[in-house]
């Protein structure tokens, strides 16, 4: 199993969990697990073209996906993942 954090804005779909546990070989994998366990979740990561959004930040063991092989990477027993949505702000 692989551990993956909820951010906050997520957690309703995962009944207040802020980790839950999937299975999956990658991250997209994971995504799909999870999204058959807390329906609604993958819409929420993923547009209309089947690609993370923008905003959605995704890290494995605190290294971002987008720097591996994206939603692709590969996933072992006890890894972390961890959803980390963008914050935009300031002036």
Known sequence: MIKVRIPTPLRPLTRGQGEVEAKGASVAEVIANLDSIHPGL???LYDETGELRRFVNIYVNEEDIRFL???ET???EGDEV???PAIAGGR
Do not use: C, E
Request: proline share 0%; net charge positive; hydrophobic share 35%.
């Open 69 to 71: 092989k994206g939603k």
């Open 42 to 44: 993958k819409q929420r």
């Open 74 to 76: 590969a996933l072992k």
């Open 82 to 84: 961890s959803i980390v």
